[in-house]
């Protein structure tokens, strides 16, 4: 039964709590669950740029939940509380900015739901400049966009997970 008879000190205990918070933290470097956030117009661009990472191999898992009803719906509230479960999921919220995106009420609203739950936040767009118009909480929330590309967008995912 039970073998084996030493004990650990506090200060034994403490190294290997702080061995395993450092490898757990570094397990986790490079492999976020991202919720992307997008104006429903949008829904083939992020489709195929999604692929794209996917066939480049980053260790980005995406998740979305595409919304076409309209934010004052009869069904928002249910549809919130799934969006929510999927923020919840994720460590950053990455927003694709389109011209489409400034006017829509539900990614205005989770953005400001991702800030609400301590998630990072990143915008990124596919054109060569941003769009000029983006989501009122991506301004108020001083959100910071990247052009996608395979080398800026999973440094710049991983940059808003640590600064959640």
Not at 15 to 33: D, F, I, M, P, T
Request: net charge positive; charged share 30%; hydrophobic share 30%.
């Amino acid at each position: 039964m039970g073998g084996g008879g030493g004990s650990f000190s506090s200060s034994d205990l403490n190294h290997l709590e702080n061995v395993a918070k450092k490898k757990l933290s570094q397990a986790g470097e490079g492999n976020r669950h991202v919720f992307i956030s997008f104006a429903h117009e949008d829904l083939d661009t992020v489709n195929m740029l999604r692929g794209q990472a996917k066939n480049d191999n980053i260790a980005i898992n995406f998740e979305d939940h595409s919304v076409k009803e309209p934010f004052d719906s009869k069904n928002a509230d249910y549809i919130k509380s799934q969006i929510r479960n999927k923020i919840d999921q994720s460590s950053v919220t990455v927003v694709y900015l389109s011209n489409n995106t400034a006017d829509s009420k539900w990614v205005s609203w989770e953005i400001e739901e991702s800030i609400k739950k301590g998630k990072g936040v990143i915008g990124v767009y596919s054109s060569d400049t941003p769009p000029s118009k983006v989501p009122p909480a991506f301004t108020k929330n001083k959100c910071k966009a990247v052009k996608w590309s395979h080398k800026d967008l999973p440094r710049a995912i991983e940059d808003a997970g640590k600064k959640r």
